[in-house]
Structures are given as structure tokens and as C-alpha cells.
Nanobody, 124 residues
């Protein structure tokens, strides 16, 4: 059974850093495009970062560009999201997702698998 499990969330002060991990089981991420999304209370789920099959191509949401870095390790079946210079507005549940489909990597609609999410809270 395909599964994604996110870890690494927590409470951090503004300006701090967190590193989220997403471990896949039941399938090999090397065959999938991977993404991170987040959802704050009362808001829609939004794209944070994505990485194509090749680690050369990475994409970021405008609000996290130059602060967050997505990485993938196909050998470990692992995707990470390094988050630096965190702001209170980064507070949300963060989800890892995998897709084998073409289309915009920023679209929630193309993803086959989703994790259960991990809470990130940034205190001001």
C-alpha cells in the first residue's frame, strides 16, 4: 500500500528553521514528481515546492522562494523541505504529495498520493 509520512513539524520562533521529511513506502519515488503543499486554517491548500523526476528542476511558491529548499533522495525514498527564515504566515499543516501525471506540478489535482500532514507553527 502506497504511503507518505511527513515528520519534522513543530513550533519555532520567527526567523528560525525547520526541516520536514517525507518518507515513502509501497512505491518508489524515482518514478514520481514530488511536491509539498500547505494549508492554513480557513484557507485553501497551496503549493509550496515541487521537484521533477530529475532533481535539476525545482519549483517554489512565490512566498517561500529563496527561503525554502526541496530535495529528493531516490535511494532513500525520501523528500525533504528545508525551511529557513520562517515567518508567522508560514504557519500551516504541511503535506507531501506524489504524482506520476503530467501537468502543472503546482496543481493539487494531479497528485496520486498524499501524506497525513505535519503541523508547522511559527511564533512571532
Amino acid at each position: 500500500q502506497a504511503q507518505l509520512v511527513e515528520t519534522g513539524g513543530g513550533l519555532v520562533q520567527a526567523g528560525g528553521s525547520l526541516r520536514l521529511s517525507c518518507e515513502a513506502s509501497g512505491f518508489f519515488i524515482e518514478n514520481y514528481r514530488m511536491g509539498w503543499f500547505r494549508q492554513a486554517p480557513g484557507k485553501e491548500r497551496e503549493f509550496v515546492a515541487g521537484v521533477e523526476w530529475s532533481t535539476t528542476y525545482k519549483y517554489y511558491g512565490e512566498s517561500v522562494r529563496r527561503r525554502f529548499t526541496i530535495s529528493r533522495d531516490n535511494a532513500k525514498n525520501l523528500v525533504t523541505l528545508q525551511m529557513n527564515s520562517l515567518k508567522p504566515e508560514d504557519t500551516a499543516v504541511y503535506y507531501c504529495a506524489a504524482t506520476s501525471a503530467l501537468g502543472s506540478i503546482k496543481s493539487i489535482h494531479i497528485y496520486n498520493y498524499w501524506g497525513q500532514g505535519t503541523q508547522v507553527t511559527v511564533a512571532s
